[in-house]
């Protein structure tokens, strides 16, 4: 089992950054893919980054590449997502998830567990 929760949403303005938090509980081991979602009202939830626990590389969706950046923090089994240069269009409950599997997942479907997602707002 794990369990996940995030943290770190808000109100900001368009242009400034933002710093979410998942601190996992559980298992985190090995290659399990970590990864980070949105969802906007009347959209389907979109994927944004993967990484996994002992890997140094995270993919990004290309609607946030150079923008977004994931990392962890094995020591402290938590997972952060480092959010710049906000755009209104970024408003959206953001989750993380865990796939129980080695390399890198791309769907929502791929994951077994996510935390209950913070809001994130961005204003014009």
């Known amino acids: 089992q794990m369990q996940l929760v995030e943290s770190g949403g808000g109100l900001v303005q368009a242009g400034d950054s933002l710093r979410l938090s998942c601190a996992v509980s559980?298992?985190?081991?090995?290659?399990?893919?970590m990864g980070w979602f949105r969802q906007a009202p009347g959209k389907e939830r979109e994927f944004l980054a993967v990484?996994?626990?002992?890997?140094?590389?995270?993919r990004y969706a290309d609607s946030v590449k150079g923008r977004f950046t994931a990392s962890r923090d094995n020591a402290k089994n938590t997972m952060y997502l480092q959010m710049n240069k906000l755009k209104p269009e970024d408003t959206a409950t953001y989750y993380c998830?865990?796939?129980?599997?080695?390399?890198?997942?791309?769907?929502?479907?791929?994951?077994?567990?996510w935390g209950q997602g913070t809001q994130v707002t961005v204003s014009s």
């Open positions: 998830a865990a796939c129980v599997g080695s390399g890198y997942y791309y769907t929502a479907r791929s994951y077994d567990y």
């Open positions: 990484l996994t626990w002992s890997g140094d590389t995270a």
């Open positions: 559980g298992r985190t081991y090995g290659n399990d893919a």
